[in-house]
């Protein structure tokens, strides 16, 4: 990478900055910062106007600026993509931006525009600036969260943020149940892919909620890690005078009860909210039978509201006093809306436009079609729109398209399976599935180690499955896991997995010379 793109300039002109901001995104597929060329495309879509990678190079040159009045616009969406993309990250970079070039601050209504949760107090805005050249951290209290734990959630915010629509529906009913009940427990369901978790961090960017995310593919799932993060988060967020934390907090519920009452007597009028997500996916061994996943308290002291989300499951190790129940339904109003509305956005694009041609369709009849097949599912429109833009379904119409997630994984392994069922047998499959078990992203070298394959056949195989896996940088290597959960739940129906995890563990029984 440009070494100049990650270092903050002294002498701030807006091309400098613009440099620096762009430095600081992440582009979610490749796992490196939007490139000129990009930003120009993103700016292109939106704008309707031709933004070439020579003209977003001039600016950063300073040969040219946009100008102050006409190109307004303009600037107010480089902020929208770049904050997308999360290089710009509170209201305070968006302003050092526009300071840079000297021009008119942001307005009430085009902050509206870019993101409302920019209104709220400062405290409650990202408090990291530039010059910290950290990864994001979105609240200041969040600074608490152990470190490691801090960076996984940041990263993983900003990817569920990005192209986030609608939910207003849900964010009634979360601040009516806030409302209306002196405390308590609101469970929110719904099935794996229809954003629960986008939900959550969108919830948690626009109020800074005290916040924990079970993640299953990133081994964050034990009541250790939730109890030691949330109440770290409270004893910074509410002031609460304790230095660290005591030796038995994560053995029980005592110390977070007692955070939670602490927190709940200095509050003033606020409430104390702690957001939740997939305690489906916490885990429970080693815990006594009758205590709630994660040592979550039987009972909240009043003016305490505690949000978690779980994909319907038989049992959620959860008995609490009347805890209220929101179903995220696949096929309610509100969700097909929304469905509808991030197919909308997406259609737009150049390229879109050409396949919708090609296939003879109007827009209206495009996305009826993609809602229908699409389930309501978020994950699924994830997966098949970049695809249907890439030109994966070109051979059919748009009755080639699958129904629903399920049949969408199907489709895409059985067609690697009929494409070469040798290859499949030998790489595609224990490729995949070596990434099925993994507990944390891994890189080429890991997987090679793990089947005997050769590192170039193992990144053959990832190019094939690259649709379904999140790729990540760390010094310089690439590590790869599974995008989605659900994903991971399709391979465990499809194999039997147990085969992959002996094979890891006789790796490293080997390297130690035990077998
Ligand atoms: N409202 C939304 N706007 C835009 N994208 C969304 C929205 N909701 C979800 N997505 C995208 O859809 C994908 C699936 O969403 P998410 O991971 O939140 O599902 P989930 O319900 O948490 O699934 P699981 O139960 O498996 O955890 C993600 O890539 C997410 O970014
Ligand atoms: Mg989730």
Wanted: glycine share 6%; proline share 4%.
């Amino acid at each position: 990478m440009d070494a100049n793109l990650i270092q903050e300039p002294e002498q701030r002109s807006f091309g400098d900055m613009l440099r620096f901001f762009r430095g600081q995104t992440i582009n979610r597929r490749k796992g490196k910062p939007l490139s000129q060329e990009q930003l120009g495309i993103l700016l292109t879509d939106q704008l309707g106007l031709i933004i070439s990678r020579n003209k977003v190079n001039n600016w950063e040159t300073n040969k040219i600026s946009p100008h102050p009045q006409r190109d307004r616009e303009l600037m107010v969406a480089v902020v929208e993509i770049l904050k997308k993309h999360n290089g710009i990250k509170s209201l305070d970079d968006a302003n050092q931006l526009f300071e840079a070039g000297n021009y008119q601050a942001l307005t009430d209504q085009e902050i509206d525009q870019i993101d409302p949760g920019w209104k709220q107090p400062v405290a409650q805005q990202n408090a990291v600036g530039p010059a910290s050249f950290q990864q994001t951290v979105t609240y200041p209290y969040s600074q608490a969260s152990p470190v490691d734990l801090r960076r996984s959630f940041s990263s993983y915010i900003a990817d569920k943020l990005k192209g986030f629509v609608g939910r207003e529906f849900i964010f009634d009913a979360i601040s009516s149940f806030i409302k209306g009940k002196p405390s308590g427990y609101l469970i929110i369901r719904g099935d794996p892919g229809i954003g629960k978790t986008a939900l959550l961090a969108k919830l948690i960017d626009d109020h800074g909620y005290v916040h924990h995310f079970n993640i299953a593919l990133q081994n964050i799932r034990s009541a250790r890690i939730f109890l030691e993060n949330v109440c770290l988060q409270l004893i910074a967020r509410y002031n609460l005078p304790h230095s660290s934390l005591p030796q038995n907090a994560t053995e029980n519920s005592s110390f977070l009860s007692q955070c939670l009452n602490e927190a709940a007597s200095g509050r003033g009028n606020h409430p104390v909210v702690i957001a939740i997500d997939a305690l489906d996916e916490a885990d429970h061994t080693g815990l006594p039978a009758d205590v709630n996943s994660l040592y979550l308290p039987p009972s909240l002291p009043d003016g305490v509201y505690i949000i978690v989300t779980v994909r319907r499951v038989v049992d959620l190790h959860l008995q609490v006093s009347n805890p209220q129940t929101l179903d995220l339904e696949a096929d309610s109003d509100g969700n097909l809306r929304d469905i509808k509305t991030y197919i909308e956005k997406y259609v737009v694009r150049k390229q879109m436009q050409d396949r919708l041609s090609a296939w003879a369709v109007t827009r209206e009849q495009f996305t009826d079609t993609l809602v229908k097949k699409s389930q309501g599912n978020f994950m699924y429109l994830y997966y098949a729109l970049p695809a249907i833009e890439g030109g994966k379904f070109t051979d059919g119409g748009l009755d080639e398209l699958p129904e629903g997630l399920l049949a969408y994984y199907q489709r895409h392994w059985r067609q690697m399976r009929e494409g070469n069922e040798r290859e499949f047998d030998k790489m595609y499959e224990p490729i995949d599935c070596m990434l099925g078990v993994a507990q944390e992203p891994i890189t080429l070298e890991h997987i090679s180690n793990w089947t005997k394959l050769e590192k170039s056949q193992v990144k053959h195989a990832i190019d094939k499955w690259y649709e379904f896996l999140l790729d990540t940088r760390q010094d310089e290597q690439h590590l790869y896991r599974i995008y989605h959960a659900s994903f991971q739940d399709y391979l465990k129906n499809e194999v039997d997995l147990t085969r992959y995890h002996k094979m890891i563990a006789d790796y490293y029984l080997r390297l130690a010379n035990m077998k």
